[in-house]
């Protein structure tokens, strides 16, 4: 029998902190005020629960002063990691080097161009600490001013990839999200590095919740995440999460072989009752052609799934850390406003 009584004194454990991942690339004209707005967030978070908050910008190889810019904002109330990359790895690197540099348990990502609000943080921290969700996640209300081709090509892709996928994601789920500490403990543990985070989000499981939000209006510069960015994220999702490709492709040899099947028949149908002639050069030219683009469908589709494999048997790390920097609140408060910076030798 255990008898030995707790300390009298002892101070209660702090529970787990939050933080706030930002992967940003070319986002110079618009980050310090990002920044400012994200920390008036957590300032209001701090005020109303006993909760560490850090901020960790993720600089996805940025061509302009993105990298400058974040090694100088300030670090008043919250600590500050910047973390600059190698070179431009893309988006779900940038995450995952959030995610490997989250310090304080729950994690949370946003994009940099301004468009997830600030003020949706508390909300989400919300649902978390009080509701007890480990996933909670954001979608659009609505796509209506939207483009109707954009909206179609939405639901065909959330169509496809939930059709072979082993676990259903949400229509238009983002990438702003929160994790609780055992949820961004799960996805850590998944060796793949061809990642699709809203898919792996969805898999790990856990109690999660949706939370619906009006995007903002970007206030600086364009998006470079334009049409040819958005199908080869497609791409990458569909190969890294879902077998639906390959199903389809399944379906389609499936499908023309049965309609060769019926022409066939017909053929002879043709030839031994109703005595005709079928012309043989049109018929054969066009069954070559379309047997021989099915066949390199299908060759381009496997193409993708040996290069996801190829991928994986190499086992390259995902991202380079060129430059990590951290700066502490507290350290700013004293009055010591240096911080611990190292570098990729």
């Known amino acids: ?88 790895f893309g988006k779900e690197a940038a995450l995952l080097a959030g995610l490997d540099h989250a310090r304080l348990g729950a994690v949370l990502f946003m994009d940099g161009d301004g468009q997830h609000p600030p003020s949706l943080i508390e909300t989400l921290v919300g649902h978390w600490r009080d509701g007890g969700y480990d996933v909670v996640y954001t979608a659009k209300a609505h796509r209506e001013n939207e483009a ?58 856990f109690r999660q919740k949706r939370v619906d939000y009006e995007p903002e209006v970007r206030a600086h510069g364009r998006s470079t995440f334009g049409l040819h960015s958005l199908i080869g994220l497609s791409i990458e999702g569909l190969t890294s999460f879902s077998v639906a490709p390959l199903r389809l492709a399944s379906m389609l040899g499936v499908l023309l072989a049965a309609s060769a099947l019926v022409f066939g028949a017909w053929t002879v149908v043709e030839t031994l009752i109703y005595a005709r002639s079928v012309p043989g050069y049109p018929s054969l030219v066009v069954g070559i052609m379309v047997i021989g683009g099915v066949q390199l469908i299908m060759i381009g589709i496997m193409g993708e799934y040996i290069g996801k494999i190829l991928s994986e048997l190499k086992a390259r790390p995902v991202y380079f850390v060129a430059e990590h920097q951290l700066k502490r609140a507290d350290a700013a408060q004293d009055g010591a406003a240096e911080a611990e910076r190292t570098a990729a030798e």
């Not at 690339?25 to 978070?45: K, T, V």
């Not at 993720?58 to 670090?75: C, E, F, N, Q």
């Not at 500490?181 to 699709?196: G, M, S, W």
Request: cysteine-free.
């Open 148 to 205: 109707l081709s954009r909206r179609l090509g939405v639901k065909t892709f959330y169509a496809l990839i939930n059709w072979g996928a082993l676990t259903k994601i949400p229509e238009d789920a983002g990438d702003f999200r929160l994790l609780s500490p055992r949820a961004a403990a799960a996805l850590r543990q998944l060796p793949e590095r061809n990642r699709f985070f809203k898919g792996l989000a969805s898999w790990i499981g």
């Open 1 to 88: 029998m255990n008898t030995t009584a707790p300390r009298p004194n002892a101070t209660p454990a702090r529970p787990p902190g939050l933080s706030i991942v930002v992967p940003v690339h070319n986002e110079a004209a618009g980050l310090a005020a990002l920044h400012g707005r994200i920390a008036e967030a957590a300032a209001r978070l701090q005020a109303a629960r006993p909760l560490d908050v850090e901020i960790v910008y993720v600089d996805d190889g940025s061509g302009d002063a993105t990298a400058a810019i974040a090694r100088d904002l300030p670090a008043a109330s919250l600590d500050v990691q910047v973390i600059s990359l190698s070179r431009n």
